[in-house]
């Protein structure tokens, strides 16, 4: 169908995609038997039933939960590879994927596993669909200052190839404020800094994120449209805010694609992208988001290219890899 083929077309960036949440049902059984793990599922059909979540928390204990399937080199290889063949299809041409490392770390699995293993898969990725990347790390912000450190001293070796930190995992009293200190290191080192707020949050923690952690780029940030001063500040710094439709409607942030605020954001100047967030958990990849909005809110053809244009104005390649893309 035309809209289908339009959305496709449409060269874009997928600035906010976790990578563990590519973990497909079908992968998750093929990396249990092949490592040897047992899952709590007996089909793919059970773990599909298994994905309806009240909110955010509902989806991170199963999403963390799945992630245990995934333990060597190889499966972190498989995993990123199988990410961006899948959207090829859909128009992807970079994307600024995130990993937890300590969703990894704390069950036994070295740092440099992952890191190589999805750094392996991204190169892969380039020299077979010429689809480019940039991994950030995250911070689990429901673990504390010391060992988001420490990750960040695990770190070490791999920074060259590190785009950027982030903080994801469980918002709601784990403000921003609490990884200050821990941004300000990665800021020193030159790391690009993003941060999930405004998804189940305040306001407030939008705020503390732009104060506190001096962030390049914003994740989520819907409810920054409870507060017009937020707003008006957002728009005029050009804050480029990773929108994902899907996820908002999943975890129960907005009752359905036909309410959700897109437009309005676009309406009221702020540079907002689209985004799968967590695909095989939300049931769509970055186009199926765009389609959903596009239906769902009436989006004309003008505003999906503007969203596009925003993902690679919104992302950390350089001016003139930026204007190549525009
Ligand atoms: N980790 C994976 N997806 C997330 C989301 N949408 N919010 C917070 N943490 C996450
Ligand atoms: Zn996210």
Same mark, same amino acid.
């Given at each position: ?14 600035? +906010? ?11 998750? !059984? ?16 059970? /773990? *599909? ?25 190889? =499966? !972190? ?11 090829? &299809? =859909? ?24 890191? $190589? ?7 892969? #990725? ?15 912000? @429901?673990?504390?200052?010391? =060992? ?33 200190? /821990? !941004?300000?290191?990665? #800021? ?7 941060? @999930? ?22 994740? +989520?940030? $819907? ?29 129960? $942030?907005?009752?359905? /694609?036909?309410? @959700? ?5 676009? &309406? ?26 596009? &239906? ?5 053809? *003008? ?5 596009? *244009? $925003? ?13 190549? +893309?525009?």
């Amino acid at each position: 169908h035309d809209l289908d083929t339009f959305i496709a077309g449409l060269p874009k960036a997928e600035l +906010h995609l976790h990578i563990e949440g590519s973990l497909e049902p079908e992968q998750m !059984f093929a990396f249990a038997r092949r490592n040897g793990v047992a899952i709590p599922f007996a089909s793919v059909e059970e /773990v *599909r039933a298994a994905y309806a979540f009240s909110n955010l928390q509902d989806f991170l204990d199963i999403y963390y939960a799945g992630a245990d399937v995934l333990r060597t080199e190889e =499966d !972190f290889h498989d995993l990123a590879l199988a990410y961006f063949e899948r959207v090829a &299809q =859909d128009g992807v041409v970079h994307a600024e994927i995130f990993f937890d490392p300590q969703t990894h770390t704390h069950r036994g699995i070295p740092f440099g596993v992952v890191a $190589n293993g999805l750094l392996a898969g991204m190169e892969a #990725a380039e020299a077979r669909l010429g689809i480019t990347s940039k991994l950030i790390l995250c911070f689990l912000r @429901h673990l504390d200052e010391e =060992d988001a450190f420490k990750t960040l001293t695990q770190a070490q070796p791999w920074l060259d190839r590190i785009a950027g930190v982030g903080l994801d995992s469980s918002e709601l009293g784990h403000p921003p404020a609490k990884f200050e200190r /821990v !941004f300000a290191a990665a #800021a020193a080192m030159g790391l690009k800094r993003v941060a @999930h707020a405004g998804e189940e949050g305040p306001p407030e923690y939008v705020a503390e994120a732009l104060d506190l952690l001096a962030i390049d780029r914003l994740d +989520h940030g $819907n409810r920054s449209l409870e507060d017009p001063a937020l707003v008006a500040r957002l728009a005029r710094s050009s804050m480029t805010l990773t929108v994902c439709p899907l996820s908002n409607v999943k975890l129960c $942030n907005v009752a359905s /694609v036909d309410a @959700h605020p897109i437009d309005r954001m676009l &309406q009221l100047g702020l540079r907002a992208t689209v985004n799968s967030d967590d695909p095989a958990y939300f049931g769509g990849y970055v186009a199926d988001n765009y389609r959903a909005i596009a &239906q769902g809110r009436d989006l004309s053809r *003008r505003d999906l290219v503007t969203l596009a *244009r $925003n993902s690679f104005l919104g992302s950390f390649l350089s001016d003139d890899e930026v204007a190549a +893309h525009l």
